[in-house]
């Protein structure tokens, strides 16, 4: 069974276990995604966000899904876009880790991930979306809890990217 799977679409509107979000180290909200998923959820997720303090670069902390579709927000930190000067790489891998970890303990079986930091945080995108499939291939060899992963791109550049790099005809 191909446990990864690639979609295109808004990722408010998914009905699975839970969702990762691409927040900011405040955990309190922002633009893009993190707009689109505090909007979805309602001013509870901004409460319960409030008592989270924060989250580091790469790593994840879990939350309610409160009005959206999935029982779970996952709030991840992707790192800013700083000309590679900043171990970038490293610090995207963990945020797709650290989520599916997080997943794991809470017995998540379905995830689905937007395309971390290749936003506002300015990550090229190929290379991300490199880092990203790398990453997820790799804690799934090592896992049997998880049984779906889905990659939601929201534009068509990554959806491109995802299709060629996982061999999606
Ligand atoms: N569903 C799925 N993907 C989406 C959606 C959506 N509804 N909306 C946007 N995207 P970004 P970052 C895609 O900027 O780069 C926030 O202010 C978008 O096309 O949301 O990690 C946070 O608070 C892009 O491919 O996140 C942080 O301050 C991807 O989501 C900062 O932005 C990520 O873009 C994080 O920046």
């Avoid at 790469?58 to 700083?82: C, D, E, M, R």
């Avoid at 068509?156 to 996982?166: I, R, V």
Wanted: proline fraction near 2%; glycine fraction near 8%; charged fraction near 20%.
């Amino acid at each position: 069974m191909n446990r990864i799977e690639l979609m295109q679409g808004d990722i408010t509107k998914l009905n699975v276990d839970a969702i990762v979000n691409a927040a900011n180290k405040t955990l309190l909200g922002g633009g893009g995604v993190d707009s689109a998923i505090h909007r979805a959820a309602g001013h509870e997720l901004l409460e319960e966000c409030k008592t989270l303090n924060g989250c580091q670069t790469g790593a994840a902390k879990i939350s309610k899904g409160y009005n959206l579709p999935s029982g779970f927000v996952i709030h991840t930190v992707g790192p800013v876009w700083q000309n590679g000067t900043n171990e970038e790489e490293i610090k995207l891998r963990n945020c797709y880790i650290n989520s599916l970890e997080l997943a794991r303990e809470n017995n998540c079986k379905t995830i689905a991930f937007p395309n971390i930091s290749t936003g506002i945080y300015g990550f090229p995108k190929h290379y991300a979306a490199e880092t990203a499939i790398s990453a997820v291939k790799d804690f799934l060899k090592n896992d049997t809890d998880i049984n779906k992963v889905y990659f939601v791109c929201f534009d068509n550049e990554n959806y491109s990217l995802y299709k060629q790099l996982l061999n999606i005809t």
